[in-house]
C-alpha cells in the first residue's frame, strides 16, 4: 500500500465524525406551526402502532365438545388430547400474527426521526416568480433584529427568522460565541422590543433558537424545499445589518452553488448554499428567499476580498428542518451521525501520482467510540460505501449527512497487503454542543471586521457583531 499518511489534506477527526480533511463527518412546520408536545424519540416511545394485549392474543380458546353421560368409568384420553392440541395450534397462530404484525409496523430510527422534522414545501407549481419588492413585503414581518448582549458591556448584532408565530426565533449559534451570559433583545419589523431566552444551539450546524416572551406580531414564513434550489436561481437575502433595531435591508443575486461543502464555524465542513448575495455586517441568521417568498435558507457567513467581492453562504432549510425541532425537544442534536475516523482523501489524481490503485479514504486513526474500532487497522483505504465507489470524500459525507445514528452502511475496506473485506458498520450519534456559555470569556468585547476562520486556503470573514 501507498503512503498518503503525511499528504497535505490529512484530516484530523479523532473522536468526532469523517469530516473531508477536518474533525468530523455528518452536512432539513409549515408556516411556523410548531408543536412542543410532540414527544421525542426515545428507547420507550418506539412508534409501534399495534395496541398489544397479552392477556387477549393469549385468551384460553376452549373447544366445544359434547359432555358424555356420567357412566362411571374412566372417559377416554383421546379427547383431551386432541382438544389440547387444536388449542395449542390456535394459541400458536395468534402469537406468530401479532409478532408479525409488531416486527412489520416497527418503525426504524431513521424513520423516526424523519418523522419529528418540520415540513418544507415544494415551489408552487404555475405559478410566477415574485418581483423583489414583492417577496421583501411577504418576508419582512418574519425578520428580526437581535442584540446579545451582557452585564460586563460586551454586545454583538445579528438577524433572525420566526420559526413559530409570536414565539421562537431562529438565528445563528456563533452570534453570542463572544459575549459571556448572553442575553437577548428582539426586534420587530414594527420596531417593538421584547427580550428572549436562549433555547439550544448547535455549533456544527450554526443554528441555535431563542424564545421570544410576550411577542405580537411574529408571523412565520413558509420554509421552502432547499432539495430543490438549482445553480442560477434567483434569490434574495433578507436580514437586519448595521443596526438590530433598523428595518430590513435585502439584497439581490444568484445560487451560484446549491450544494457547496463549506467550514463555517466548526472543524466541520458543512453543505451550503452558495450565493453572490451581499450579506452584510449584521445579517447573520437573516434569511436566503426564493422568488417564491420561500425561505430556502439562514444566512450563516461570507467570504471577502482585497478587491471587495464576496460570497455567502445559507443554512439550507432542510437542515433546518432536521436539526431545529431536536433544539426545541431536546435542548441539543442527538441523531446526528458519524463514522468516527481520521483520514487522507485519495482522489484519482492523488491515487496516479502515489501509483495506487485505489481512490478513497486512507485511514490513518480510528476513535474509540467508532463501530470501526478492532475492525480496521491505520493505513486501511475504505474504497466504497454502499456500494458506491469513492472518487471524492464528499460521496462518504453526503451519505453519511442523510443517515442517523444507528443506521448501518456498508463499506469496503483494503488493508495494507491488498486483502479486500466487506463491513457493516452501525453509526454513532455525534451529539451537538453549542457556542453558549455562562462563564466568563477573555475576548475583546466586539469581534472586528477580520476575526477570520480558515476553509482550504482561504478566509472566512464573519460580518461584523458574529
Not at 386 to 408: C, F, M, P, Q
Request: glycine letters at 8%; proline letters at 4%.
Amino acid at each position: 500500500m501507498d503512503n498518503f499518511e503525511n499528504q497535505n489534506n490529512t484530516s484530523d477527526i479523532g473522536n468526532d465524525d469523517i469530516n473531508s480533511g477536518h474533525d468530523d463527518l455528518r452536512e432539513e412546520t409549515p408556516n411556523g406551526d410548531f408543536n412542543d408536545s410532540a414527544a421525542p424519540y426515545s428507547p420507550d416511545n418506539t412508534g409501534v402502532d399495534i395496541n398489544y394485549y397479552p392477556e387477549k392474543a393469549f385468551k384460553r380458546i376452549e373447544p366445544d365438545f359434547e359432555k358424555e353421560p356420567d357412566t362411571g368409568k374412566t372417559k377416554s384420553g383421546g379427547l383431551r388430547i386432541f382438544a389440547c392440541f387444536l388449542a395449542l395450534i390456535l394459541i400458536f397462530t395468534v402469537s406468530c400474527t401479532v409478532c408479525y404484525n409488531l416486527g412489520k409496523n416497527k418503525k426504524t430510527d431513521s424513520e423516526l426521526y424523519r418523522k419529528t422534522e418540520m415540513k418544507v414545501y415544494p415551489k408552487p407549481a404555475n405559478t410566477d416568480e415574485m418581483s423583489a419588492q414583492e417577496v421583501y413585503d411577504k418576508i419582512n414581518d418574519s425578520i428580526v433584529g437581535i442584540i446579545v448582549y451582557s452585564e460586563d458591556g460586551t454586545a454583538s448584532q445579528a438577524s433572525g427568522v420566526v420559526y413559530t408565530e409570536n414565539e421562537y426565533v431562529l438565528t445563528n449559534d456563533h452570534i453570542y460565541a463572544s459575549v459571556p451570559s448572553p442575553k437577548f433583545k428582539v426586534f420587530t419589523s414594527t420596531g417593538e422590543m421584547y427580550d428572549a431566552d436562549y433555547v439550544a444551539g448547535d455549533t456544527i450546524s450554526d443554528l441555535a433558537l431563542l424564545k421570544v416572551k410576550g411577542a405580537k406580531g411574529l408571523k412565520a414564513p413558509q420554509f421552502g424545499d432547499s432539495a430543490q434550489v438549482q445553480f442560477g436561481e434567483n434569490v434574495v437575502a433578507v436580514g437586519r445589518p448595521g443596526d438590530a433595531r433598523s428595518p430590513s435591508s435585502i439584497s439581490t443575486g444568484i445560487v451560484s452553488n446549491p450544494c457547496r461543502r463549506a467550514q463555517i464555524t466548526s472543524n466541520y465542513t458543512v453543505r451550503m448554499i452558495q450565493t453572490d448575495c451581499d450579506i452584510f455586517e449584521g445579517s447573520s441568521g437573516g434569511a436566503l428567499v426564493n422568488m417564491y417568498g420561500q425561505v430556502i435558507g439562514i444566512t450563516s457567513s461570507k467570504i471577502s476580498s482585497d478587491a471587495g467581492t464576496s460570497i455567502g453562504f445559507a443554512i439550507p432549510a432542510k437542515t433546518v428542518a432536521r436539526i431545529v425541532p431536536q433544539l426545541s425537544s431536546d435542548g441539543k442534536v442527538v441523531n446526528r451521525a458519524k463514522l468516527g475516523i481520521t483520514y487522507t482523501e485519495i482522489t484519482a489524481l492523488e491515487a496516479e501520482l502515489n501509483n495506487s490503485k485505489y481512490t478513497g479514504l486512507y485511514i490513518t486513526a480510528v476513535s474509540e467510540d467508532s463501530d470501526l474500532a478492532g475492525k480496521v487497522e491505520k493505513g486501511s483505504i475504505i474504497t466504497h460505501i454502499n456500494g458506491n465507489e469513492i472518487k471524492r470524500a464528499e460521496t462518504v459525507l453526503d451519505i453519511i449527512d442523510d443517515s442517523y445514528a444507528n443506521d448501518v452502511i456498508k463499506l469496503t475496506v483494503v488493508d495494507e497487503k491488498g486483502n479486500s473485506n466487506e463491513l457493516s458498520v452501525k453509526l454513532k450519534a455525534n451529539i451537538g454542543e453549542s457556542s453558549y456559555s455562562t462563564e466568563k470569556k477573555e475576548v475583546e468585547s466586539i469581534p472586528s471586521d477580520d476575526s477570520k476562520n480558515q476553509e482550504n486556503g482561504k478566509e472566512f470573514n464573519f460580518p461584523k457583531g458574529d
